[in-house]
């Protein structure tokens, strides 16, 4: 089991870049040249944080849909080298990339539109997936961003009730009938919520989410992610 204290301590206080060994500024995630090869999200969809070409052009992904997550924020989009560290994440078990990620993150949220302080909630994963994988990468980056914005994490209010098949596998229409009810709240939630995953898709894992937040009393909610993919 890795102790995640002391490597978030390393991680705070090393002069190394974790992606190329080479010195960088103490309190950055990455240098400066490593940083500067990660796909930016400069202009997202205010609404779903598409990675639009123009900010004024009208989203293709959320054109005629309507989120139960009031927006979405995503600073990077799943391109090289970002795309393969997931791959390596989901197939080796190693989180150790979440943490500079989620210091990445924490650096690019904008909180300017909660008027009070808002919860983490990372999505949940389902007990079987969490024992397979040994971690859930929502829950590491959330409990970074804790660190990091001095933010509570809640753990409890949220549940993903039953297995589902890999959304990356499926499109959009099987997205949403393979999540269904997936999601459920057994107590009151939070009324500001920073809804946390790792990698926003189509939006329907965070809308599912969303959905039972709501009905359990949450008033506001943002969708965060590390990078947003295109629709498939
Ligand atoms: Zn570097
Ligand atoms: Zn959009």
Request: aromatic letters at 10%; a neutral charge.
């Amino acid at each position: 089991m890795f102790q995640i204290e002391s490597i978030f301590e390393w991680l705070f206080d090393s002069e190394t870049c974790p992606l190329c060994r080479l010195n960088k500024p103490l309190n950055e995630p990455l240098c400066l040249g490593c940083f500067s090869d990660l796909a930016k999200n400069s202009t997202p969809c205010p609404v779903c944080a598409y990675p639009l070409n123009q900010p004024d052009e009208s989203c293709p992904d959320c054109y005629g849909e309507w989120f139960h997550f009031d927006r979405a924020q995503s600073p990077l989009t799943y391109q090289f080298p970002l795309r393969e560290l997931f791959q390596r994440i989901k197939q080796g078990k190693n989180p150790e990339p979440l943490f500079w990620m989620s210091q990445l993150l924490a650096k690019q949220i904008d909180l300017s539109r909660f008027g009070t302080q808002p919860t983490l909630i990372p999505i949940p994963s389902h007990p079987i997936d969490h024992a397979l994988r040994g971690f859930n990468q929502a829950e590491i980056i959330a409990q970074h961003l804790s660190r990091y914005l001095q933010l509570p994490v809640d753990r409890h209010s949220i549940h993903k009730q039953h297995r589902t098949a890999h959304q990356a596998s499926l499109n959009r229409a099987e997205r949403k009938a393979n999540l269904g009810s997936t999601f459920c709240c057994n107590q009151q939630a939070p009324s500001h919520v920073l809804l946390i995953d790792d990698i926003h898709t189509t939006g329907t894992t965070f809308d599912r989410a969303a959905e039972a937040l709501k009905a359990a009393g949450t008033v506001y909610i943002e969708a965060i992610s590390i990078c947003r993919t295109p629709a498939q």
